[in-house]
């Protein structure tokens, strides 16, 4: 038996395939897409109320952070670099300009993508890579 027992709720037919992008942005089960997916801001629940699908597959590890940090810390740092040489701030205004800009352009879409690589990992029945030596069985 593997690390997380969902081979079976994966292949369930009662459920039509919901798109990721559908489910995940809004926080929704991946598999029914009515049952809720987080307890608080990030926190994954144990299973859909609705549904109960297990959410242990789950795993997006730091996935949203990485995206976070690629499209919102770079345009702040853009920002922060322009409010220098064009107009020679000073560190104030970079610390009450940047530092909101930072703050609203990193924590908003963190739930959001978190959603999406859950839901995403539930669509496309993503797992934990497996390595096989020569001589073994192919894996199940």
């Known amino acids: 038996m593997s690390k997380h027992a969902h081979v079976d709720t994966l292949t369930n037919d009662n459920y039509p ?21 987080f307890n608080g801001f990030l926190t994954i629940r144990p299973n859909c109320e609705v549904c109960g699908l297990d959410y242990s597959f ?12 690629c499209f919102a810390c770079i345009p702040t740092v ?3 670099v322009w409010l220098e ?3 020679h701030a000073s560190i104030w205004t970079q610390i009450f300009v940047t530092g909101p800009f930072l703050i609203a352009t990193c924590i908003p879409p963190l739930r959001p ?13 993503a797992e934990e890579g497996r390595l096989s030596r020569k001589g ?3 894996p199940d």
């Open 17 to 37: 395939p919901l798109s990721p992008m559908h489910t995940g942005v809004r926080g929704l089960c991946p598999r029914c897409g009515k049952g809720r997916l």
């Open 113 to 125: 993508l978190k959603g999406w690589l859950i839901a995403s990992q539930y669509f496309y029945k």
């Open 85 to 87: 040489v064009a107009h």
């Open 136 to 138: 073994d069985t192919a």
């Open 58 to 69: 789950a795993d997006p590890a730091d996935g949203p952070a990485f995206f976070v940090i």
């Open 78 to 80: 853009l920002l922060s």
